[in-house]
């Protein structure tokens, strides 16, 4: 991908990941978490993770321009952070704040072939970045600022949010395109006792992309039919149960709050797009690289996942966001940004380590053009129809259904 006149700013969640190496499938949670047992495992990994370092390095992966910016205490986890980094780029680590006397995020990510995995997860500094550690000189010249995991960040979410509407008022007042992903809180944390759609009311007019998952999108939105629905099964249980009127009634709601472009990730069931009718809405991301936004407008459209041989999910969504960025910054159509995004989701799960042997934007795209097949999706569509020749479905709501 060309070089871009202008930076990605990639702010908010960073996470020290340590993932260790789990037995073959069959070997499921209820194998592990037994009282009083010790269970074996493998050599674990230490890896980068949240979505600064998710998201971020993968658009570096990809060829693009990066600023990272998050919060690391001056601790052991928050120098491997820095050393890993460093690995990816020298220059990344040069807004990465270091906070003197406090304590980096580390998550144990329990992760079984074959079954939706599982955080155990700390905060550590993540709680206290604010807005004001944003800088102008972080900001200047840059086209897009993407945010990760406000749930995750307790500054983010105190107080009705207010922090994080004060940090996308500042941004969109210098004239970049934003952009705004979730995480799903633990409902008995303070985070998921926050009220969020008075909270997202608030912040989402200032937001141009909106990127969360179905699950994420459910505990804000509805929280009753989230319970209800991953009953059981966790977050995994309320995509199985979903369908193509759930994500049309979804994203119909957010539009109304004021975003330009939602995005909802649909785990191994693809990235499901809804765009704003509103001409003069998607104007900001023009600016950021969008080309031909008449293309983009109106627009109801399910990208299925590639076929891949999965080692770990950990990063997958931010990844997917990664691509679908990318699409977006190098002029892509919709269409050809989200199967860039199913198809970086899908080479971020090849390996347990989401970014670090992310391929090319050329490499992806030549893997794409190889006749890279595709996953079928066994979301119920009635109405929807199949549209072969860019592979992908194209939802009742679509300007050109």
């Not at 990344?92 to 980096?104: C, K, M, N």
């Not at 059981?232 to 330009?260: F, H, K, N, S, T």
């Not at 399910?302 to 997917?320: E, H, I, N």
């Not at 390996?351 to 595709?374: C, E, I, K, L, N």
């Amino acid at each position: 991908m060309a070089d871009r006149r202008a930076h990605v700013v990639v702010a908010g969640n960073i996470v020290l990941d340590i993932i260790p190496r789990l037995g073959p499938r069959g070997r499921g949670m209820k194998a592990l978490f037994v009282p009083g047992r010790a269970a074996l495992v493998g050599p674990a990994t230490m890896a980068l993770g949240g979505a600064v370092v998710n998201t971020g390095l993968a658009l570096h992966r990809l060829g693009l321009p990066v600023r990272l910016l998050g919060k690391i205490g001056d601790d052991l986890f928050g120098r491997a952070v820095l050393e890993r980094l460093r690995e990816y780029g020298p220059a990344l680590v040069d807004t990465v704040i270091v906070a003197q006397g406090a304590h980096s995020s580390y998550t144990v990510v329990i992760n079984p072939p074959g079954e939706d995995r599982f955080f155990l997860h700390y905060p550590g500094a993540n709680d206290a970045f604010g807005a004001d550690e944003v800088s102008d000189e972080a900001l200047a010249g840059a086209g897009l600022f993407h945010f990760g995991y406000p749930p995750a960040m307790r500054r983010m979410y105190a107080d009705g949010g207010r922090e994080l509407e004060a940090l996308y008022r500042r941004v969109k007042a210098r004239g970049l395109a934003t952009s705004l992903d979730m995480a799903l809180p633990d409902p008995e944390s303070d985070a998921g006792r926050v009220a969020w759609l008075p909270l997202l009311a608030r912040v989402l007019p200032c937001v141009d992309l909106f990127l969360p998952s179905l699950a994420e999108t459910l505990f804000a939105l509805d929280r009753g039919r989230f319970e209800r629905m991953e009953r059981g099964g966790g977050p995994a249980e309320a995509i199985v149960q979903a369908d193509g009127a759930l994500l049309g009634e979804l994203a119909e709601r957010l539009l109304e709050l004021g975003v330009a472009v939602v995005g909802l990730k649909l785990g191994d069931q693809g990235l499901y797009v809804r765009t704003t009718k509103a001409a003069g809405r998607l104007s900001p991301l023009e600016s950021a690289g969008l080309q031909e936004p008449g293309g983009w407008r109106g627009r109801e459209l399910l990208a299925p996942c590639f076929q891949v041989d999965v080692a770990g999910t950990t990063g997958a969504g931010d990844c997917t966001i990664a691509g679908f960025l990318a699409g977006l910054l190098g002029g892509c159509s919709l269409e050809a940004a989200m199967t860039a995004a199913v198809a970086v989701g899908a080479c971020s799960v090849e390996r347990a380590d989401a970014t670090r042997h992310m391929p090319t934007w050329a490499a992806v795209q030549a893997r794409v053009r190889s006749g890279w097949a595709r996953r079928p999706v066994a979301l119920p569509l009635p109405g929807w129809r199949w549209q072969a020749e860019k592979a992908i479905w194209v939802g009742p709501h679509d300007a050109d259904f």
